[in-house]
């Protein structure tokens, strides 16, 4: 997995930290070399395999953007969902399709506007005169990637249907309660630029985003590249699956199985303990956020093909899990402060463990 965009760490085997580092950030000292041990690694070899084929796949349709690519594929991996956040044309409809047909599940778009009602995302009970009863006409929700268009166009009421949707892997209506498929991945998109007429999303609803993640435009031999593939055909069309439902149930059950290291767990709660209390910030990281950073991290180790999380984990998913869930102050902002800044300045300041370890050993 390559890095992420925000921050470039230098990138270090496990050996490169010294003997007494890779045992504590590995575990092995805890696990050995346990059967356990070497079945977790052949799922995260297995895992590897799995998304190198997801990601070569996607960028068939998607050029030069592997960064956002393995970004979403962390996302799935934990189970969480992604706020794509850019211009309008810079593919995020196309990616969200292109990483459903690569998987072989079902895809919903939904474009969000100011008259979309909550029954039209969850579905509604229509009565059937033939049989003289209620029945349930599932929405667009009821499938496993959702792509949620523009979602700051609709009001505050049809975005808080999203958000049990979200959490709970579930929706109710008429006081009855399904359960989503699995898996189950809201892609929500929104323009940074035009404000006008949109309903800005509340914190408790950003909040619930595992990550966020900016496309961004390609370089220019990317677009040169993108310009001739689709000169004479459509690769979407032609895209197929190269793996199933099945096999990312699987990743998200192998990615809770990923062993932190003591060292990084501190080395990840002093970071987001730090945004609370950094000059210019009004709101820091909530424990949900810290929560979800180890599991962003534990997913990244596994499509890394490894079963233990380094530090490098932690700088590389900062940004995109933690950025927009920091409110930064007005007058911070006039000085030119934003969240992605202050983080990256935290990160700057804060002692990598490995680096701690190998002068002194475990603290």
């Not at 085997?13 to 580092?21: D, N, Q």
């Not at 496993?144 to 166009?153: G, P, S």
């Not at 009001?155 to 249907?161: E, H, Y």
Request: aromatic fraction near 4%; charge should be neutral.
């Amino acid at each position: 997995m390559r890095p992420g965009r925000g921050c470039n760490p230098v990138r270090r085997g496990p050996e490169e930290y010294g003997r007494a580092p890779v045992e504590l950030l590995t575990g092995r000292a805890a696990v050995g070399h346990s059967k356990g041990a070497g079945a977790l690694q052949q799922q995260a070899d297995a895992a590897r395999a799995v998304a190198e084929r997801l990601v070569a796949n996607v960028e068939r349709v998607i050029v030069g953007k592997a960064e956002a690519i393995e970004l979403l594929l962390v996302a799935l991996a934990t189970g969480g969902h992604v706020l794509l956040e850019d211009v309008p044309g810079t593919g995020k409809t196309m990616l969200a399709k292109a990483l459903a047909r690569s998987l072989g599940v079902e895809f919903r778009r939904i474009q969000f506007t100011p008259d979309l009602l909550p029954s039209d995302l969850v579905g509604v009970s229509v009565f059937n005169q033939k049989s003289a009863e209620f029945e349930y006409r599932p929405g667009p929700l009821l499938s496993n990637i959702v792509l949620t268009d523009e979602i700051n166009r609709a009001t505050p009421r049809t975005q808080a249907a999203l958000l049990e949707c979200m959490e709970e892997r579930q929706v109710t209506v008429d006081g009855v309660t399904r359960l989503l498929p699995s898996p189950f991945l809201v892609l929500a998109t929104q323009n940074p630029i035009e404000l006008e007429g949109t309903f800005p999303l509340p914190e408790a609803q950003l909040d619930r985003f595992l990550m966020r993640v900016a496309v961004g435009y390609p370089d220019g031999a990317a677009e040169l590249e993108m310009l001739g593939r689709y000169r004479v055909g459509e690769p979407l069309a032609e895209l197929q699956p190269v793996a199933g439902a099945e096999e990312v149930r699987g990743l998200q059950a192998a990615a809770r199985q990923i062993y932190v290291a003591d060292a990084v767990v501190r080395y990840l709660l002093e970071l987001v303990r730090a945004t609370r209390s950094a000059e210019g910030v009004e709101l820091g990281v909530s424990p949900r956020g810290a929560l979800a950073l180890q599991r962003a991290c534990q997913a990244r180790a596994l499509l890394a093909g490894r079963a233990f999380v380094l530090p490098d984990d932690v700088q590389v998913l900062a940004p995109p899990v933690l950025a927009h869930r920091i409110i930064v102050g007005g007058q911070a902002r006039l000085r030119g402060q934003d969240a992605g800044r202050i983080l990256a300045g935290l990160l700057a300041a804060l002692p990598v463990p490995a680096e701690a370890l190998a002068v002194g050993g475990e603290a």
